[in-house]
């Protein structure tokens, strides 16, 4: 057990800041224009990054008159797509794995908080090779997705600690408000999409630049 008095916990998101699976839901979100005779952009996919899936689904069948899908379906062939890619290969984000590994050793608790759905979510989770994750919150574990608090909120919850006593690692603005909100010390780490600064959240370039040894310098204010 960690004798660490902060962070009691870390709260991870998946796409982007865990893994860089971004470019695996561009080429199927591209995909699935394509089939109804649309395109699709990089800076199209960088609109959805961080959104729940559901609210990204109707957006796609909405743009792309997709009529004989349902939003569940429109979730589910993405999905199975990305799943699919991550089979082949996990990209780890820099020193993601690394970072794990550390917690892990220090006893600190983790969760992975993602708008992805639980099987994606458990694909990844699976193909580690140690228990890296003592909770998974997916994005059909909760009533409201990112930005609402309640991802967050249910992940500390399930660890049985405050949100106060928690860092999350985000890579983008409605992950980051969604943590915020939830009352997470929270870090952005940029990858695509560029990340405002703001009260209650500190934006760090990689987490190649933190050290298990120096969380607590990751407070943010009185929090």
């Known amino acids: 057990m960690s004798t660490n008095s902060f ?12 893994i860089d699976s971004e470019p695996y839901w561009l080429l199927s ?16 996919g960088e609109q959805l990054i961080g959104n729940n899936l559901f609210d990204a689904s ?11 899908k349902s939003t569940q379906d429109v979730i589910d062939q ?12 996990l990209p780890w984000r820099p020193g993601a794995l690394e970072l794990l590994i550390c917690l892990k050793r220090a006893g ?4 992975l908080v993602t708008m992805s759905m639980r099987k994606m979510a458990m694909a990844v989770v699976e193909q ?35 949100t106060s006593d928690c860092l999350a690692f985000e890579d983008s603005p409605t992950g980051l408000a969604s943590a915020v909100a939830a009352g997470c010390h929270t ?16 934006i760090v370039p990689s987490l190649l630049d933190i050290n298990v040894e120096e969380l607590s310098s990751l407070r943010i204010g009185n929090r």
Request: glycine share 10%; hydrophobic share 40%.
């Open 128 to 162: 580690i090779d140690f228990q890296a994750f003592d909770v998974v919150v997916a994005g059909d574990d909760v009533v409201n997705g990112k930005p609402d608090p309640e991802p967050y909120q249910k992940a500390a919850d399930l660890l049985g600690v405050a």
């Open 7 to 18: 962070p009691k916990a870390v709260l991870w998101d998946m796409d982007g800041t865990l």
């Open 187 to 202: 870090i952005g780490i940029p990858n695509i999409v560029n990340l405002p600064d703001g009260p209650g959240r500190r």
């Open 58 to 68: 109707d957006f796609l069948r909405a743009k792309f008159g997709i009529e004989d």
């Open 29 to 44: 979100e591209s995909r699935l224009a394509q089939q109804y005779g649309g395109t699709w952009s990089q800076a199209d």
């Open 78 to 89: 993405l999905t199975d797509e990305v799943v699919a890619q991550l089979r082949q290969k």
């Open 108 to 111: 600190i608790k983790t969760a």
